[in-house]
């Protein structure tokens, strides 16, 4: 017998939230159940395949022949059998491609400025020119190293440990982050970055890796939320550059938690974006933007581990 007032089947509730739920206006219900677990099943089959798809084009990436014996076990042991696994949303924000990847390779510019704004806890001291300690004042602490880095690949690697509210004993364990980044330069010579990053978690203790697993989904929906958020605010930085360079200028004058060298870097690199952007206005005006070709971002010369010190980046 229909659950269905004659005349209105269609408008049955269940009928208008799964279409496939139609069946229960014909069929039994084991048979509708049946019907909707099948269809759940093969969604989140197909789920599991874009993940490991994912992760799998994720550890194609790294260029490992190109690595130290001891950076390639490094980096190998964590991707090779993670106990967490977490791509985070494509991002896509309009950027100078030398201020983005200064940044990327010099985080500590980025947490001075939100120190400053009074709107994190997070901390960053630099240990050597690709070396740093981090801790979140949340109960986590690292080292981590920039392995490998060229204008479209970051991969870091990172050692540390977490103790506190959701875990009160301490858990040790490595990572492994790759940040991808592609670069486009429109007709109106404005650039942009789309901006993937891959997360690989090992960690040390069986009972806590369980405990992960299970508040992986809400800590997952964090780090989204954190990177997103994070990229955004070097999107801001470089708009800063453009159209606010004296503001910016007094702002990176108060970065004292940065080393000299590397607050006169973020200057010289945010004065070029300036005048870059001052140049794009003009020939936009002129209409001589129009009959440009698009074109690649400046190129950065490339670092990776050769040896126990880290190779120094140069901009070409």
């Known amino acids: 017998m229909s659950h269905c007032a004659p005349g209105t089947r269609s408008k049955c509730w269940y009928a208008r939230i799964v279409p496939s739920l139609r069946l229960a206006t014909r069929f039994s219900w084991p048979t509708v159940c049946f019907v909707v677990a099948l269809h759940v099943m093969l969604t989140m089959t197909q789920a599991q395949s874009l993940h490991q798809l994912a992760k799998r084009n994720a550890i194609e990436a790294i260029p490992f022949d190109q690595l130290t014996e001891e950076s390639h076990a490094k980096l190998w042991n964590v991707v090779s059998r993670p106990s967490l ?6 991002t896509v924000i309009r950027a100078d491609p030398d201020l983005f990847v200064f940044l990327v390779r010099h985080p500590e510019v980025i947490v001075n400025m939100w120190d400053l704004m009074g ?18 004042g ?22 540390g440990s977490y103790q506190g509210p959701l875990l009160r004993k301490v858990i040790r364990g490595r990572c492994v982050l790759v940040l991808r980044s592609d670069f486009v330069r429109t007709q109106d010579n404005k650039s942009y970055v789309t901006s993937r990053l891959d997360v690989f978690l090992q960690i040390d203790n069986p009972g806590a890796e369980l405990i ?43 970065l004292t938690k940065i080393s000299p060298p590397v607050r006169e870097r973020f200057s010289a690199l945010a004065a070029i974006a300036n005048k870059r952007s001052q140049l794009n206005r003009t020939r936009q005006s002129t209409g001589t933007s129009q009959r440009r070709p698009p074109q690649g ?11 126990d010190s880290a190779t120094r980046a140069q901009f070409d």
């Open 85 to 90: 696994y977490r791509q985070l949303p494509p």
């Open 297 to 307: 971002p400046p190129t950065v010369s490339r670092i990776y581990s050769v040896n």
């Open 212 to 254: 992960a697993k299970v508040l992986h989904p809400l800590v997952g929906s964090t780090a989204d939320q954190n990177f997103v958020e994070s990229v955004k605010f070097v999107g801001q930085v470089t708009q800063a550059a453009e159209t606010r360079p004296q503001r910016l200028y007094q702002l990176t004058q108060r």
């Open 138 to 159: 949340a109960g986590t602490d690292s080292r981590v190293e920039l392995i490998y880095g060229d204008q479209n690949l970051h991969v870091l690697y990172a050692e």
């Open 119 to 136: 709107i994190t806890k997070v901390t960053i001291n630099r240990q050597a020119d690709y070396v740093f300690d981090a801790s979140d």
